[in-house]
Nanobody
Framework: QVQLVESGGGLVQPGGSLRLSCSAS????????IGWFREARENEREGVYC????????YYDESVKGRFAISYDNAKNTVYLQMNHLRPSDTAVYYC??????????????????WGQGTQVTVSS
């Protein structure tokens, strides 16, 4: 079993930046990909940015291209999401998710079985 704990959410003005962190812990860290997802009010959970640990392949939603970046620290078992040029439409609860699948998972929520508790990101003036 893997436990995921997110941090770094908050309130930021449009155009601002935030960095989210997600630390993984457990007896066996058997995930092969990890990433970030979000749920805006009344919307389904959607994939934002994910990374496959073995080769660093990344998957992202087109809405964050050029604004967000994902990174993974193997020594700390921690994944980061650097969010720049934030927009009000980025407002959501952001969740960290991980999967034991080694392929075919992309950044699609149904393929991810481990989840954190979520952290709120609000972009507003």
């Amino acid at each position: 079993q893997v436990q995921l704990v997110e941090s770094g959410g908050g309130l930021v003005q449009p155009g601002g930046s935030l960095r989210l962190s997600c630390s993984a812990s457990g007896v066996t860290l058997d995930y092969n990909a990890i990433g970030w997802f979000r749920e805006a009010r009344e919307n389904e959970r959607e994939g934002v940015y994910c990374i496959r640990i073995a080769d660093g392949m990344t998957y992202y939603d087109e809405s964050v291209k050029g604004r967000f970046a994902i990174s993974y620290d193997n020594a700390k078992n921690t994944v980061y999401l650097q969010m720049n040029h934030l927009r009000p439409s980025d407002t959501a609860v952001y969740y960290c998710g991980a999967t034991t699948r080694s392929s075919g998972h992309g950044c699609s929520p149904p393929w991810y079985g481990y989840w954190g508790q979520g952290t709120q990101v609000t972009v507003s003036s």
